[in-house]
DNA sequence: CCTCCACAGGAAGCGCAGGAGT
DNA sequence: ACTCCTGCGCTTCCTGTGGAGG
């Protein structure tokens, strides 16, 4: 930020706090949070409710490495919010705390997605000059087998497993030098919410990750709301949170997804949204609020993620979904429904006043394909009737929220 | 019935950034 | 650090489909 927009930004405070006569005023108005943080995604309690079998079966399968034997690797599957990472989290604690000649390591292979750049993380810690890169597989393999071969048990948690490139290889790999070491070990640990991501494998890799195998359920609606009490009673102050709040925003995620994740993040919304109201209690309504901004910041996440051209052909959409389908009207349709070619018209004119060249009609549809897969339009083939063959496309969500969106993105005018 | 329109979607090929391997 | 190569994003070309209209 330069020093104009800063200024800025200081007014724009300013403004906002514009109410408020005094610090005095400010400091004395109590928050309804007691700990906010015990809201957030990233908060790993002691109590994990609901999971004390996965965890303590966790634990029993991962203790034979603070004996220095090697365990037998894992993969874990469940829905995302179902409590894995969490647990592994909570298990990584404890296994820590012991101070043995055991490591265990958690890795995102979203970030990590390859067998070499997994190596180069996991020795990092032991080998201070692979900080430097440029070093070949057989030097990282060698490194490994001097590191583990002290006796060292070493676990590597690998979250989002799915998204390694070259799974087989790392598997084998680490085979490879189970068998070539004498004493110490590598064991994997593999998470997943893709239930059917083992049949890309090849099998022999396959049987020896798969030596244990938890799965994870989603949370059922009476398990959220006994998780949301627990989390509220620590979040917030007392009396804050309504009974009914609870029981809503649980009910609203077990109707979707299960995903624990998301009703915290219900809960922590509502209650952001009371404060800045100034409410003194979180009730039903700020949950419904709550449901609402939630769901915009998803779309605002995703739709900040995309590619410039799709922002472009989603743009298009909202806009043309604003003023409603000439096309279709033509046709003697209501304009609900937008058509493919008139979508296109629209994107190249945009593209013009961006200055950007539109991409071709063809690749133009395999972007409107990554739309409807995000879930951000829907779309419908027409057989019959109109324009011999075209798609019917209809916007998800809020034109006009969508439009503003994209709109202070593209700096569009 | 034939041709044209508006569109779907497969196949091949191209240039380039960035990842793999040394 | 340096080179080679692969995969990705994209264009070009092509075939196929069904209604509209002569």
């Known amino acids: 930020?330069?020093?104009?927009?800063?200024?800025?930004?200081?007014?724009?405070?300013?403004?906002?706090?514009?109410?408020?006569?005094?610090?005095?005023?400010?400091?004395?108005?109590?928050?309804?949070?007691?700990?906010?943080?015990?809201?957030?995604?990233?908060?790993?309690?002691?109590?994990?409710?609901?999971?004390?079998?996965?965890?303590?079966?966790?634990?029993?399968?991962?203790?034979p490495a603070l004996a220095g034997k090697k365990p037998k690797n894992i993969i874990i599957y469940g829905k995302s919010g179902t409590g894995k990472t969490v647990c592994i989290k909570r298990v990584m604690e404890d296994f820590d705390a012991q101070k043995k000649n055991a490591t265990i390591v958690y890795l995102n292979c979203r970030i990590y997605s390859s067998r070499y750049r997994i190596l180069q993380k996991v020795l990092k810690?032991?080998?201070?000059?692979?900080?430097?890169?440029?070093?070949?597989?057989p030097f990282l393999y060698e490194k490994l087998l001097d590191v583990a071969g002290t006796g060292r048990?070493?676990?590597?948690?690998?979250?989002?497993?799915?998204?390694?490139?070259?799974?087989?290889?790392?598997?084998?790999?680490?085979?490879?030098?189970?068998?070539?070491?004498?004493?110490?070990?590598?064991?994997?640990?593999?998470?997943?919410?893709?239930?059917?991501?083992?049949?890309?494998?090849?099998?022999?890799?396959r049987s020896s990750l798969y030596e244990n195998e938890m799965v994870f359920p989603g949370y059922t609606s009476e398990q959220l709301q006994k998780i949301l009490f627990q989390r509220a009673?620590?979040?917030?102050?007392?009396?804050?949170?309504?009974?009914?709040?609870?029981?809503?925003?649980?009910?609203?995620?077990?109707?979707?997804?299960g995903d624990a994740r998301y009703a915290l993040k219900l809960i922590l919304k509502a209650g952001e949204i009371a404060e800045k109201e100034g409410k003194k209690e979180v009730t039903d309504a700020e949950v419904e609020a709550a449901r609402r901004a939630v769901e915009l910041d998803l779309v605002s996440e995703t739709i900040n993620t995309l590619p410039e051209n799709h922002q472009i052909v989603l743009y298009a959409i909202a806009k043309l979904s604003m003023s409603g389908s000439k096309y279709s009207r033509l046709e003697g349709m209501d304009g609900s429904f937008l058509f493919t070619g008139e979508?296109?018209?629209?994107?190249?004119?945009?593209?013009?006043?961006l200055r950007k060249k539109p991409r071709t009609p063809r690749w133009y549809k395999e972007y409107l394909n990554d739309l409807e897969t995000l879930g951000l339009i829907t779309t419908t083939p027409s057989s019959k009737g109109i324009r011999g063959h075209t798609t019917l496309i209809k916007i998800g969500q809020n034109p006009r929220d969508i439009e503003k969106l994209i709109r202070d993105k593209l700096a569009l005018g």
């Open 343 to 353: 979508i296109h018209e629209e994107y190249e004119n945009i593209c013009r006043r």
């Open 1 to 63: 930020m330069d020093e104009l927009h800063f200024h800025y930004y200081l007014l724009i405070i300013a403004c906002d706090i514009g109410s408020m006569a005094s610090f005095d005023e400010i400091l004395s108005k109590e928050s309804i949070f007691k700990d906010s943080s015990v809201l957030s995604p990233h908060f790993v309690p002691r109590e994990l409710p609901f999971r004390e079998d996965q965890l303590s079966e966790l634990m029993l399968l991962v203790s």
């Open 233 to 257: 009673e620590a979040g917030f102050r007392k009396g804050i949170v309504d009974g009914s709040a609870i029981n809503l925003a649980a009910a609203i995620t077990a109707n979707d997804s």
């Open 125 to 137: 810690g032991f080998v201070p000059e692979l900080e430097r890169s440029g070093f070949g597989l």
């Open 153 to 205: 048990q070493m676990v590597i948690v690998l979250d989002e497993i799915d998204m390694v490139k070259d799974l087989d290889d790392l598997v084998y790999t680490m085979t490879r030098a189970n068998d070539e070491l004498k004493a110490g070990g590598v064991t994997i640990i593999g998470i997943s919410n893709r239930l059917h991501f083992k049949d890309a494998l090849d099998t022999r890799s």
